[in-house]
C-alpha cells in the first residue's frame, strides 16, 4: 500500500493540507489506530482479502480526510475489526460482504469479497445489494484507498454518476 505510506509520511503531526474540488483548501487530520494482533485478525471470516487483513494488520482501522478540530465527521472512517463485525450485522450484509467503514456523510462502505469476476467496493446509504449493482465499483480495497488518496478524500466515485 505505497500511497498510504506515502500519505503518512507527509502528515505533520497528523495534518496535511489539503485541496479539494471547486478549489477548497483545509487542513486535514489522519488517525490511525495501532495494527490488529493474531487472535483480532481471527475473528473476521475466513473468506477476508488479503489485502484488506494486510491494513487491519497496520492500522486497525483509521480517520482519513477529517476536519482538522475533529469538530464535525466529514471524512471516512474505516473501521476496526470489532467494528466491521458489529455493523456487518447491524447493515444485514449478505455472506461474503464486510462493512469496512463510512463516509462523509454516513455512507456506507462495504466490501464484497470473494468473487470470481474480483473484489468490489460499494458506497450508499441502506444498500440494497440485489438492486443496486451499478452502484459496485470494481476495486479492491487496496486500488480503492490508492484512488481515495489521490483523490484527497474526495467521494471519486461519484463524479460520473
Known amino acids: 500500500m505505497i500511497a498510504l505510506e506515502t500519505l503518512k509520511g507527509r502528515l505533520v503531526d497528523g495534518l496535511l493540507e489539503i485541496q479539494k474540488e471547486e478549489g477548497y483548501v483545509a487542513r486535514e487530520r489522519f488517525i490511525f489506530n495501532r495494527g ?52 456487518s450485522e447491524i447493515w444485514e450484509c449478505p455472506e ?4 469496512i ?13 470473494n468473487r470470481p469476476a474480483g473484489n468490489r467496493i460499494w458506497s450508499g446509504e441502506f444498500l440494497n445489494f ?12 487496496e486500488r480503492w484507498l490508492d484512488y481515495l488518496i489521490v483523490a484527497q478524500g474526495t467521494q471519486f466515485w461519484e463524479w460520473f454518476r
Not at 461474503?96 to 462493512?99: E, H, K, Q, R, V
Not at 463510512?102 to 464484497?112: F, L, N, S
Open 36 to 87: 490488529a494482533t493474531d487472535e483480532q485478525l481471527a475473528l473476521l471470516p475466513a473468506w477476508t482479502a488479503d489485502d484488506y487483513q494486510m491494513f487491519l494488520r497496520q492500522h486497525n482501522g483509521a480517520k482519513l480526510f477529517q476536519h482538522e478540530t475533529l469538530s464535525y465527521n466529514d471524512g471516512f472512517e474505516l473501521f476496526s475489526i470489532e467494528d466491521c463485525l458489529k455493523y
Open 96 to 99: 461474503n460482504f464486510l462493512a
Open 130 to 141: 440485489e438492486e443496486w449493482e451499478e452502484d459496485a465499483m470494481p476495486f479492491s480495497f
Open 101 to 113: 467503514g463510512a463516509g462523509p456523510d454516513g455512507e456506507w462502505i462495504v466490501y464484497e469479497m
